[in-house]
């Protein structure tokens, strides 16, 4: 039934298995979204992308996920609206996901996990130079994050799917042109918006996190070929890339806002 939440025996990959505690860690990520906690907040405006599928280069397994990398030489592909006081620019977008489709989101709704989790990480570029500077500052980054469900098939995201055996083991990557990850993103404008941090080290309290209430459907089969990827390099044992997701951290003294009611 839909609620019944599974205990997650997880073996988690060594970067998360430590609970990271960050020194005066205040705004960390991911958190438990308690929706009748948020508060609606009119004055939110729909977030804008606007994404030039020609800035797409190349895709990359960097040992603990594969990531989508953006030409971000330019403003071609920003994020706009919304939270944000003024566009940032598109770097790359993963996911996060589970051994079996119980478990394997970061962030939950009301203590629903989903089976995986997109990430659209974005950097202020009129603030700073680079991305690199970006995540080392307060208001540095914005990632506008989506929850997967098993579904229908997700026809956009087969191009990425068919993709990703040719980067099966840690360090391998692959061109990757022509993609816009805007059809990636739900209809429902609807999100919630927190002040939080990376989930992965150095986890930097540098995020201005956008999550989309409405889940993205995608199949069984697709999810799959996530779980066939590595961690591991050529040669070495292999260890499937599997819950690759930070734990929950505590929301401390922080209000989550939604854009709808
Ligand atoms: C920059 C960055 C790196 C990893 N993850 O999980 C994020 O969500 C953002
Ligand atoms: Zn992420």
Redesign the pocket.
Known sequence: SACSYKLRNVDLHPLWRTTIDVPGGSRQSPIDIRVLDSVFHPQLTPIRTQYDPNTCLHIWNNGY?FFVEFDDSTDKSVVSGGPLENPYRLKQF???WGVNNDWGS?HTVDSKVFPA?L?L?HWNCSKYRTFEEAIMESNGLA?I?VFLKLGKHHEKLQKLVDILPSVRYKDSLTEFNYFDPSCLLPSCNDYWTYSGS???PPLTESVTWIMMKKPIEVDHSQLAVFRSLLYTAVGEEEKNMVDNFRPLQPLMNRTVLSTFQ
């Open positions: 996920s993963h996911f996060h970061e989790e990430h990480v990632v994050g990376l989930t992965t």
